[in-house]
């Protein structure tokens, strides 16, 4: 365990490849926002009236999130928000799929599509570990914050 902690190019690699993934999801949502608060409202748990004010703030947070786990600014803050973030995806997909909707999660909104499902909660869990490595790691290297 000590080895996570203290490998910089571990902590790197976690922060480049789930930084990656929210600024392509963030940029991709922030291009079609009407589509993803389609998406969002096609998980059936928000009143219609809601669905857009997740639709136009998650974007942005998952995009600036992207920005900082790359740049290496306030890693622990941002990698826990990055877990929030996609415990409540998760959950979220967990939900629809034991409801058994049959849709796009809206992750990637035009990108890809991609239901619902066992699949996406096991992509999700994968890039939680991502953020945990991010949050655990002790080093400074490789990061504008150096603290």
Do not use: H
């Amino acid at each position: 365990m000590e080895m996570l902690k203290n490998n910089p190019y571990i902590s790197l690699i976690a922060r480049i490849v789930l930084g990656c993934v929210f600024i392509v999801v963030g940029v991709t949502k922030i291009a079609e926002p009407k589509l993803f608060a389609n998406e969002i409202g096609n998980y059936q748990m928000l009143p219609d009236l809601l669905v857009n004010i997740p639709a136009i703030i998650l974007p942005w947070l998952e995009l600036v999130t992207g920005l900082m786990l790359i740049l290496g600014i306030k890693l622990k803050e941002t990698s826990f928000i990055a877990g929030i973030l996609l415990i409540v995806f998760t959950l979220g997909v967990a939900i629809a799929w034991a409801r058994g909707l049959d849709i796009n999660c809206g992750c990637f909104s035009t990108i890809k599509e991609e239901k619902v499902g066992l699949s996406k909660i096991l992509q999700n869990s994968g890039l939680l570990v991502l953020t945990y490595l991010i949050f655990i790691s002790k080093s400074i290297k490789f990061r504008l914050d150096r603290a």
